[in-house]
């Protein structure tokens, strides 16, 4: 594959392209595991999940199996899960507690910063064999920006914050909404599976184009419950104006005027009358702790982002975090948290996880659609021989702003993910 | 009040519900709702939380299972269109409590959903129901459906009545 080229990327003539073998192809996984995942910093989970020394979470992230978790002098660390003698997992539970870490297989055990202490039979081993070798492996690096945990096993990764570049500006905002500056992730995980290629999960994150077609069931029933949805104008398909801009390094965003609700701090008759004082005591808090322009920014845009590869920070009538791993070139693995601000009232946490349910998730009246169409189109991609190109190509030749229907942030991925598929290995 | 309601009247109304929801006879299944009826699906690792702090796949008050009927009804709730097709077993039905008129109510279910290209997919789990005599009919005041999986996973999603 010396001459991979998947993305037609052509300015001049105004064209945009992505060949379909990328998202039907083995090959393309293969190279995508080992130039993508391997290499960019891959999200691993929130601060929140492990609060005390010896707490952990155990899930698998770019294939491996990992652990989550507080070492005994509070800092985070993320092991791979594995024992170091004959590689059987080290933790089979999801969540907990632990002193360390036992191999049930022949009883190795580990403490609680991954080192070797237990060895049952030590002494049948050589004078040479030092345990100090054999703690848990890590991956070359673990960092942490504003509570969401990042990985990367590339030993050369470049620092995590310059790799976030202007996703930072949309972390921040999301975080910026909790009054102790900590956000939590809520209890209750959603995990999935998706019959068809990982980016087009990317693109329908950030898709605005698909709203009105894909989901016309949850804006009649948000219509009905009495919110106002604006007639889109003329020659445009979005309720409200949205931008979509790249933000470097592939991540992307569209960043749109609220018209569904937040629960940081947005009333809509949805929520009800009696929810109206604590939506205005939220608000009111936000005014003073951020000023009334940045609680502007904070409180009335929804902003869909995308952390390239794979993290998807829906900040809107809720803020969930989905994050999704390739199987099979057309299969997928989603993992969906909510997130909310530590030590929010018990009334606006109750509002905010209502109201994800009412478009997100597996029972909601949107996502499930979402899922229909990425698994229609991976049926029609078995015909990638005979129609080989999607289209990428709205708005391309505006010079000025990009709405949130048009397709820069779409191609901001693609553009990224080409660059790392060909670049040297 | 409910002590003319044997487990075996709860049986037979929890088959009639079933062959409802298995018809695909939405309006007539809404009818069997009481007026503060609660339909919930938790996610798979939370099964016994309370939705006001845990995050669930369903929690739908009255007003929002009539807004997912209407929406199911609808052609453009795509993932349904068709509609699938189900089959609902519900066996090991046991009265739990009486407490005036309302019962509770668990049975195992296993939901089978049927899509075009031999895709079968099989819910399995229990049901937690509070049943309620009004005016001598019984209706539904709440109904959860705990599914067993450790995750959702291939189930992908719960997309119809479970």
Redesign the interface.
């Known amino acids: 594959m010396d001459d991979f080229r998947h993305v037609l990327n052509d300015p001049d003539r105004l064209d945009f392209r992505v060949h379909r073998a990328a998202l039907v192809d083995p090959a393309v996984l293969d190279r995508e595991m080992r130039r993508i995942f391997d290499v960019c910093w891959i999200y691993a989970g929130h601060e929140s999940e492990v609060r005390e020394p010896g707490d952990f979470v155990t899930r698998t992230i770019c294939g491996r199996p990992i652990i989550l978790c507080r070492d005994s002098g509070g800092v985070i660390r993320v092991f791979l899960n594995v024992c170091r003698h004959r590689g059987a997992v080290v933790c089979r539970e999801r969540k907990g507690n632990a002193k360390g870490y036992t191999c049930f297989y022949h009883g190795w055990s580990y403490d609680r910063d991954g080192c070797l202490d237990g060895v049952p039979g030590a002494s049948s081993y050589p004078a040479s064999f030092d345990r100090k070798e054999f703690g848990l492996a890590s991956p070359p690096h673990v960092d942490m920006y504003r509570g969401f945990v990042f990985a990367s096993f590339a030993r050369d990764a470049r620092p995590l914050e310059e790799y976030l570049a202007g996703a930072k500006e949309y972390l921040d905002l999301v975080v910026d909404q909790s009054p102790t500056g900590e956000m939590e992730l809520i209890r209750g995980t959603q995990e999935y599976a998706i019959r068809a290629n990982w980016k087009l999960l990317v693109e329908n994150s950030f898709d605005d184009y698909h709203l009105m077609s894909t989901h016309k069931t949850w804006l009649d029933y948000m219509k009905k419950s009495g919110v106002r949805i604006p007639k889109p104008p003329k020659g445009h398909v979005m309720p409200a104006h949205g931008v979509g801009k790249a933000l470097g390094n592939g991540h992307a965003v569209i960043d749109n005027e609220n018209f569904r609700g937040r629960p940081v701090a947005r009333w809509i008759p949805l929520y009800g009358d009696e929810a109206k004082p604590e939506i205005e005591r939220i608000r009111a808090e936000l005014e003073a702790r951020l000023g009334p322009e940045r609680a502007r920014r904070v409180a009335d845009t929804n902003r869909n982002l995308v952390v390239f590869p794979n993290l998807v920070v829906n900040d809107g009538s809720s803020v969930t975090i989905r994050t999704f791993h390739p199987t099979a070139p057309d299969r997928m693995e989603v993992t969906a948290w909510a997130l909310g601000p530590k030590a929010e009232s018990a009334k606006a946490r109750a509002i905010r996880l209502d109201s994800f349910l009412t478009f997100y998730g597996p029972g909601g009246f949107a996502t499930p659609d979402d899922v229909e169409a990425l698994e229609s189109v991976q049926k029609g991609l078995a015909a990638w021989r005979e129609v080989p190109w999607s289209v990428m190509t709205r708005g391309i030749d505006k010079p000025g702003e990009q709405l949130n229907t048009d397709e820069l942030h779409l191609r901001e991925f693609w553009i990224h993910w080409d660059r790392y598929m060909r670049e040297a290995a | 009040m409910t002590a003319s309601l044997t487990r075996q009247a709860a049986e037979d109304f929890l088959y009639h519900e079933a062959a409802l929801l298995d018809a695909w006879k939405l309006d007539e299944w809404l009818g069997l709702l009481a007026g503060d009826c609660v339909y919930r ?6 099964p016994d ?1 309370d ?9 739908d008050d009255l ?2 299972i009539r ?2 009927v ?2 199911l009804k ?1 052609p ?5 269109f068709p509609h699938s097709r189900t089959r609902r077993m519900i066996s090991n039905v046991r009265i739990l409590d009486r407490d005036g008129d309302e019962l509770s109510v668990e049975a195992n279910f296993v939901v089978y959903r049927f899509r075009r290209d031999e895709r079968v997919s099989a819910f399995v789990g229990r049901y937690r129901y509070r049943l309620r005599i009004v005016e001598g009919l019984v209706r539904i005041a709440s109904r959860e459906a705990i599914l067993d999986a450790e ?9 119809f009545i479970l």
């Open positions: 699906v938790p996610s798979n690792d939370a939380g939705p006001s702090g845990t995050l669930y796949l369903i929690a007003a929002r807004g997912r209407a929406r609808d453009q709730a795509h993932v349904e995750e959702l996973g291939s189930l992908g999603a719960v997309s």
